[in-house]
């Protein structure tokens, strides 16, 4: 068993890094919430972090588009890289940063305005829109996000009309028709229902072809069925990372194995 976890280490490292984090610790005033982080996101996969409530998975999701720039008791130290460049320090433009790479939210916050313009609205504020493209961009991301059958009859629509699940697809289309390089998405059906789940689950694999995809979930099964690599993390230290067969049909250390079998705690 030994061979085969060494080989897959080895597979992980030649796979091309889309999103590296190395030493990354994050505090909010005296709490240190992560405690030096280091990670590789493969390039066009779906990783999975996993761990209990309060362990640092939505933390380090948010480092990796700077969305912690807006609490003014976090201290980060460490680097995060995208293809490379860091993407840390005030000399980086943070809204250039957020359109590679994209963010869908716990529970589905559409904009009180139309389906179109909801979609439309990211084109617009990075001036993407233009030669009237907007249309076409918009069908595109519907079609892609399996909403365009449900909705294209009517995007003049009120978003804040439509189901749960169907406001969750409209996040995600709305995130890639500015066409990010990375999708973050912060547990992306814990308000939805079995069915619109399997839709969203569906929808993550389907995307993978085009975007590097991560994803934080309590629900291990969800972490089974989507995600090519898994992370656990227990208080704000990344305890193990491997594909996601062996987290959780192999894992190397005990606090793994007693996660993903449900004796814990």
Same mark, same amino acid.
């Given at each position: 068993?030994?061979?085969?976890?060494?080989?897959?280490?080895? +597979?992980?490292?030649?796979?091309?890094?889309?999103?590296?984090?190395?030493?990354?610790?994050?505090?909010?005033?005296?709490? =240190?919430?992560?405690?030096?982080?280091?990670?590789?996101?493969?390039?066009?996969?779906?990783?999975?972090?996993?761990?209990?409530?309060?362990?640092?998975?939505?933390?380090?999701?948010?480092?990796?588009?700077?969305?912690?720039?807006?609490?003014?008791?976090?201290?980060?130290?460490?680097?995060?890289?995208?293809?490379?460049?860091?993407?840390?320090?005030?000399?980086?433009?943070? +809204?250039?940063?957020?359109?590679?790479?994209?963010?869908?939210?716990?529970?589905?916050?559409?904009? /009180?305005?139309?389906?179109?313009?909801?979609?439309?609205?990211?084109?617009?504020?990075?001036?993407?829109?233009?030669?009237?493209?907007?249309?076409?961009?918009?069908?595109?991301?519907?079609?892609?996000?399996?909403?365009?059958?449900?909705?294209?009859?009517?995007?003049?629509?009120?978003?804040?009309?439509?189901?749960?699940?169907?406001?969750?697809?409209?996040?995600?289309?709305?995130t890639i028709a500015v066409q990010p390089e990375?999708?973050?998405?912060?547990? /992306?059906?814990?308000?939805?229902?079995?069915?619109? +789940?399997?839709?969203? =689950?569906?929808?993550?694999?389907?995307?993978? =072809?085009?975007?590097?995809?991560?994803?934080?979930?309590?629900?291990?099964?969800?972490?089974?069925?989507?995600?090519?690599?898994?992370?656990?993390?227990?208080?704000?230290?990344?305890?193990?990372?491997?594909?996601?067969?062996?987290?959780?049909?192999?894992?190397? =250390?005990?606090? +793994?194995?007693?996660?993903?079998?449900?004796?814990?705690?």
């Amino acid at each position: 068993m030994e061979t085969i976890r060494e080989d897959n280490s080895l +597979t992980l490292n030649k796979l091309k890094t889309k999103i590296e984090v190395k030493g990354l610790r994050l505090s909010f005033g005296t709490k =240190e919430v992560l405690k030096g982080i280091d990670i590789k996101i493969p390039e066009k996969s779906i990783v999975a972090l996993i761990g209990p409530s309060g362990c640092g998975k939505s933390t380090l999701l948010r480092s990796m588009n700077r969305m912690h720039d807006l609490t003014p008791s976090a201290k980060i130290t460490g680097e995060i890289f995208l293809d490379g460049e860091s993407i840390m320090g005030k000399k980086n433009d943070v +809204t250039s940063i957020r359109k590679k790479i994209g963010m869908v939210f716990q529970r589905p916050n559409p904009f /009180p305005k139309s389906i179109f313009k909801n979609v439309a609205y990211g084109l617009e504020i990075n001036n993407l829109a233009k030669n009237g493209k907007a249309k076409s961009i918009v069908e595109e991301a519907l079609k892609d996000c399996y909403l365009w059958d449900e909705v294209g009859d009517n995007l003049n629509r009120s978003a804040l009309d439509m189901s749960g699940g169907q406001q969750q697809r409209l996040c995600i289309a709305r995130t890639i028709a500015v066409q990010p390089e990375v999708i973050l998405m912060d547990e /992306p059906c814990s308000a939805l229902d079995p069915i619109s +789940t399997a839709k969203i =689950e569906d929808l993550i694999l389907k995307l993978k =072809e085009d975007f590097t995809i991560v994803i934080v979930t309590h629900n291990m099964q969800q972490a089974i069925r989507t995600a090519d690599y898994t992370g656990f993390m227990y208080l704000g230290e990344l305890i193990e990372f491997d594909k996601t067969e062996n987290i959780f049909h192999h894992p190397k =250390e005990e606090l +793994t194995k007693r996660y993903v079998e449900g004796n814990f705690g």
